[in-house]
């Protein structure tokens, strides 16, 4: 089954989407002209939002979830996904401020705290250091937006299972804003922050 076909960029990541897990294309090469002869070297690009988002959801065979993320990659070539919102990408930075950047639980889990202002309100107490209390206290005041982040954080922090792949491509479940936040804190949790602050390819050449 195609999925990824509306633009040259979808199309390479159908590709990846089919590629064997695990495997990595070379990086290096040569390239000989025919008046001139340059040594080509470049470094492996860095992958997009589109390809880390891909990555991500590679072993993934459930096709309402699969749907839901190609829904999110053709409007992400249209805008970008990476925050919900300007208050979003704030929020989280401040958040992650003197925080372990290696750390990629912990950096998945405040992203998705900070996808909400009233869930950050709740939780931000909850951090300590480079630690989440989760077991603190009991959380009141929680609603259909905020619980589903604050599942998908536990979940990825700890490892527990309270939401499933299944909830996650139930459109009445998840909205649109809460699934692309969820698919960008799963991303984060595999990539780190790059997930949300890709960087620009980059090639060189050397005579």
């Known amino acids: 089954m195609m999925y990824f076909t509306e633009t040259e960029a979808l199309r390479e990541l159908e590709i990846l989407m089919q590629m064997i ?12 002209m025919p008046d001139q002869i340059y040594i080509c070297l470049q470094e492996p690009s ?4 589109q390809e880390m988002i891909a990555d991500t959801m590679h072993a993934v065979r459930y096709r309402p979830f699969l749907q839901r993320v190609e829904e999110l990659l053709i409007e992400s070539e249209m805008r ?5 919102s300007s208050h979003h990408q704030n929020l989280f ?4 401020q003197k925080k372990d950047r290696k750390n ?11 996808a909400d202002q009233r869930l950050w309100r709740m939780m931000k107490h909850q951090v300590d250091g480079n630690l989440i209390r989760f077991d603190r206290r009991k959380l009141c005041g929680l609603n259909e937006y905020t619980y589903p982040l604050y599942c998908a954080a536990k979940d990825l922090y700890m490892g527990t299972r309270h939401l499933t792949i299944r909830d996650l491509a139930d459109r009445e479940l998840i909205s649109p804003k809460q699934f692309a936040a969820i698919c960008n804190a799963m991303a984060i949790r595999r990539f780190g922050l790059k997930a949300v602050e890709p960087a620009e ?7």
Do not use: D
């Not at 860095?46 to 939002?49: L, N, V």
């Not at 970008?80 to 919900?84: A, E, R, S, T």
């Open 93 to 96: 930075q401040i958040a992650i």
């Open 201 to 207: 390819k980059k090639e060189e050449c050397e005579p």
């Open 80 to 84: 970008p996904m990476n925050y919900l």
């Open 46 to 49: 860095p992958p997009t939002y």
């Open 21 to 32: 897990p695990g495997f990595q294309p070379k990086g290096y090469g040569s390239m000989v």
């Open 104 to 114: 990629y639980a912990l950096l998945s889990a405040l992203y998705l705290f900070t």
